[in-house]
């Protein structure tokens, strides 16, 4: 188990990990010497890893309950941290639950308890409830990107899940932005915060405004995607109505492309990331669902096509781009007499030269549905496929 730097070093050599950042360093010695921890990062900086390395170190191997609570704000990300421990292969079982799928695999899985579980508010609310395992053992409680955990577990589940957690010794929060308040209930007095958000690390975000000639920005939107060829972005968007609107317009401008939004089923949400993710597409037109919290690549833009309501989520769309040491750049389109929000800075207003069609994507993605229980294997479908 992970209670030695060997160990440790084990374990980062299984992730292809070979040094920490600094964020990471000081965070590790942080929360293992401090009750209460808050870390404050950029997406893409590592957070992830700067809270489990320590959460596995303080686990014992003897126990045979849930020992660390993970809570997150979507479904995506508990499958990502569920993912990141695996490959991690400290020993320790997680499990990650969430609302959106049969509540019965949920009991399947807590039936072999795991030592770390990872879970959406409510769904985790409603297991503390049901008394599905026990939380005398659970010392350790991370809430990952915790002002939108907030936000979803606001009717009470939060608050509900913390009154479940007696023997809590180990808090640890993390955001990708500043500024939210922490209710009183968490118990986060005498808390270490680290902050690594800095000038220098928003600085590599150029912000351009292009003027769509009318209220409609469709034609607008598809000349800009020309103009930017076929690097990865997001176009961002409110509402489902407006991202099922753009699809079906880029479908007919023949310009790959795939959605994300809260009203997909998760199998096809997971389908979009995968697509983004291995090439097959480079535009993703999403909801603010999107702008944290998915392992995705770098992406070199993003375009909000509609302004959020809120200054947060204009900066968490922003934070897709210009992560860590790469630059990138966020297009506002601006429609015909639209009035933006007061929070949006001066940016540069640039008039868009199309500079050609975009070339076709090169890569197609195919899902087989099949695999050893159907006692198809890899060699099987690459043999298919050479023939």
């Known amino acids: 188990m992970a209670n030695s730097i060997k160990e440790q070093q084990d374990i980062l050599e299984k992730l292809k990990i070979y040094t920490l950042n ?10 293992t010497n401090n009750a209460n921890t808050i870390i404050i990062s950029p997406t893409g900086t590592g957070k992830t890893l700067a809270f489990l390395l320590p959460l596995i170190a303080a686990l014992d191997p003897e126990s045979k309950e849930v020992q660390a609570l993970i809570i997150v704000p979507s479904r995506e990300l508990a499958l990502q941290i569920e ?21 019965s695999k949920d009991k399947i899985e807590l039936k072999h308890t795991p ?15 049901q008394a599905r395992f026990t939380s005398k053992e659970i010392k350790t409680l991370v809430i990952d990107e915790y002002d939108i955990s907030f936000e979803v577990g606001a009717d009470g589940d939060m608050r509900n899940i913390i009154n479940h957690l007696p023997n809590i010794t180990k808090r640890i929060l993390t955001s990708a932005t500043q500024g939210t308040s922490i209710p009183s209930y968490f118990k986060m007095e005498n808390a270490v915060t680290l902050n690594s958000i800095t000038k220098e690390s928003s600085s590599k975000l150029v912000v351009k405004t292009i003027l769509s000639p009318s209220k ?14 076929n690097e990865p972005g997001i176009v961002f968007c409110n509402r489902k109505e407006r991202i099922e609107d753009l699809s079906r317009f880029l479908d007919k401008k023949n310009i ?8 997909m089923e998760q199998r096809d949400r997971e389908r979009a990331l995968i697509k983004l993710r291995n090439g097959s597409v480079s535009v993703l037109i999403a909801s ?6 998915l392992d995705i690549p770098e992406m070199k833009y993003i375009i909000h096509y509609e302004i959020p309501d809120a200054y947060l989520e204009y900066t968490h769309r922003n934070g897709r781009t210009a992560r860590v ?15 933006f929000p007061e929070f949006i800075e001066k940016s540069k207003v640039e008039t868009l030269t199309i500079t050609g069609e ?16 159907d006692k198809i294997s890899k060699g099987d479908i690459a043999g298919l496929f050479f023939k």
């Not at 790959?256 to 009203?263: D, E, L, R, V, Y």
């Not at 975009?358 to 229980?373: H, M």
Request: proline fraction near 3%.
């Open 358 to 373: 975009r070339k076709p994507n090169y890569w197609t993605t195919l899902f087989i549905s099949g695999g050893r229980k």
């Open 325 to 339: 040491h790469a630059k990138g750049t966020a297009y506002l389109i601006k429609g015909s007499n639209e009035v």
């Open 22 to 31: 600094p964020m990471q360093e000081e965070a590790l010695d942080v929360i």
């Open 216 to 229: 409609n920005k469709h034609n607008t939107l598809v000349a800009l995607l020309h103009h930017l060829g």
């Open 256 to 263: 790959a492309h795939t959605c994300f939004h809260a009203g």
């Open 83 to 103: 993912q990141v421990i695996r490959n991690m292969g400290s020993g320790y079982k997680a499990n990650a639950i969430y609302g959106g799928r049969a509540i």
């Open 115 to 129: 030592a770390i579980l990872i879970g959406t508010p409510g769904r985790l609310s409603d297991h503390f409830e």
């Open 288 to 293: 603010d669902l999107a702008s944290r919290g």
